[in-house]
């Protein structure tokens, strides 16, 4: 079957990094979706990796090791706004999103 | 800007009674979606739309129904519903398929069902 793991939730301290990990097993795969969720809001888009490595965008890095079904979100200089839980979503060969439970972190002062 | 509009934003609703969510997007994109979040799991997909005139059943299309008779607008309605409907529901969209790597969100429908 398909499948998405994260953690379900983590804790960091402000200022700190912290490293959201997503393994996953999908029929056929066409990229990793990193989303972003504040309390009682919709999902907003944070990155798409389809090649493996890793892709930088201001604070937030994501990176994509396709052999190993890996992929990790990595979140530095940590505000108090980064509170949220981030949701992993794979697509399979028939572009099909699937979905992880999603991570809660929690940001401490 | 709008973006993606649902409506209601919230309703508790007694089981057995029909009930329509409504979801308008001003951004031309072909493709629309139905989700529904549930606590400990992941968004799960219930209808879809790839372009206007065709519909799409996904993961969990049991209970719903959608129609697309225009670019812009795509209802789900629950005919009868059931308490396991008890949930919060999203409706999406993205230009040509999720495989444009963004989709963008409505605010969310909670529903109730007593």
């Known amino acids: 079957g398909q499948n998405i793991d994260q953690p379900t939730e983590m804790t960091a301290t402000e200022g700190a990094i912290v490293q959201i990990n997503c393994t996953y097993q999908?029929?056929?795969?066409?990229?990793l979706f990193w989303y972003q969720q504040h309390a009682g809001e919709a999902p907003t888009f944070l990155s798409y990796n389809v090649l493996d490595g890793l892709e930088e965008k201001g604070r937030f890095s994501s990176f994509l090791s396709r052999s190993k079904g890996y992929s990790y979100l990595l979140l530095k200089e940590l505000q108090m706004k980064d509170s949220a839980s981030y949701l992993c979503a794979a697509m399979d060969s028939n572009y099909q999103l699937i979905w992880g439970a999603g991570t809660k972190l929690i940001i401490k002062p | 800007i709008a973006g993606i509009t649902q409506a209601p934003t919230s309703q508790i609703l007694a089981a057995g009674r029909r009930m329509t969510l409504r979801c308008t997007q001003d951004m031309r994109h072909n493709a629309m979606y139905w989700y529904r979040q549930d606590l400990g799991l992941g968004l799960r997909l219930i209808h879809y739309?790839?372009?206007?005139?065709?519909?799409g059943k996904g993961e969990v299309p049991d209970g719903y129904s959608v129609s697309r008779a225009n670019t812009d607008d795509f209802p789900l309605t629950l005919a009868s519903a059931v308490p396991s409907q008890t949930s919060v529901y999203f409706c999406a969209s993205s230009e040509q398929g999720a495989n444009t790597g963004e989709l963008f969100f409505g605010e969310g429908s909670r529903l109730t069902v007593l």
């Open positions: 739309s790839n372009t206007a005139g065709t519909t």
């Open positions: 999908t029929s056929g795969f066409n990229g």
